[in-house]
């Protein structure tokens, strides 16, 4: 018999996060499937976890757009005969697909229109003041439909809020993250170049930030960085181009505008997507046991 919890029928695991575990579930209530993502709450320190969980719900009520991954129910379980919280659940729309990290290498064509629907869920979250601040290929899905979705929005920041420490993923951290603790527009325009990057070369970018938590010094960071069609000679020039501006080391050299990084990749598509079998929707999945 199918294990369950409450009202969901569990189907398997599909992850596990630093505290954290996300299953692939059936509720018994609309039989639809789902992710559920169980966040133990066992001793004070882990209240920080259960606010994270509450952060990320709330910003993804904001949000309601075919790119961004939606989360419907936020439960917290409460202590058997205690006050308190055991655990939080959060119900998350399901993703038949994989994350870009464990994606296979995607030929141009495809890849533009992945980096194309980011493009437009970012710039759909930055007209609502909200700001990712830790896009990286573990966070985007691609569904086996040839959709693209943003997932975690456990690190997103609202405008004018205010930070007091470091956060994001050190590969794909713009300077001013490191140096200033800020997130804006122009940080996760910077995360998305990184993004980019890193798929279309197979590398990371240098880190912006050394070992002492320090940002290094432009004249170093630009000298350890190999340019894209240096790594990968196949990457499309313009994609290069783009890719180049998204990681000015300085924030008023990037695109202005995430609006503006989503239209240059409409160009692209059209561009490079000639033939039905260069579409997304058309990608072959190897299903690996």
């Known amino acids: ?16 996060g630093a505290n954290s575990t996300i299953l692939h579930i059936r509720r018994s209530a609309d039989s639809k499937q789902y992710a559920l993502k169980i966040v133990p709450i066992s ?31 936020l439960e917290k379980v409460p202590k058997w005969l205690f006050f308190g919280v055991k655990e939080v659940r959060l119900l998350i729309e399901y993703v038949p697909g994989k994350t870009l990290d464990k994606q296979r290498i995607l030929p141009f ?74 997130v804006n527009e122009q940080t996760d325009i910077f995360n998305f170049g990184a993004t980019m990057y890193r798929l279309c070369t197979w590398k990371n970018i240098p880190q912006v930030m050394d070992d002492a938590g320090q940002v290094i ?9 190999l340019p894209v069609r240096q790594a990968n000679p196949a990457c499309p020039q313009p994609l290069a181009e783009l890719i180049h501006q998204c990681l000015a080391y300085k924030p008023h050299k990037r695109p202005e505008s995430m609006t503006e990084v989503h239209e240059r990749l409409q160009e692209l598509v059209e561009a490079l997507v000639t033939d039905p079998v260069d579409r997304l929707d058309a990608l072959e999945w190897i299903d690996e046991s």
């Open 109 to 182: 064509p495809k890849l533009v229109q992945v980096f194309e629907q980011v493009a437009s869920g970012l710039a759909y979250m930055h007209r609502r003041d909200i700001y990712h601040a830790d896009l990286k290929p573990g966070n985007i899905m691609l569904a086996r439909t040839g959709v693209v979705k943003i997932i975690d929005y456990g690190l997103a920041w609202t405008k004018n809020e205010l930070k007091h420490r470091i956060q994001g993923t050190p590969e794909y951290m713009a300077p001013e993250q490191v140096k200033d603790r800020v």
């Open 43 to 73: 001793d004070p320190d882990d209240c920080k976890y259960l606010e994270q969980a509450e952060h990320e719900f709330r910003i993804a009520q904001k949000l309601n757009h075919q790119n961004l991954i939606k989360i419907y129910i």
């Open 217 to 225: 010094p432009q004249q170093i960071w630009e000298r350890q960085l």
């Open 1 to 16: 018999m199918a294990e369950r919890i409450g009202e969901f029928q569990v189907l398997g695991e599909l992850g596990k």
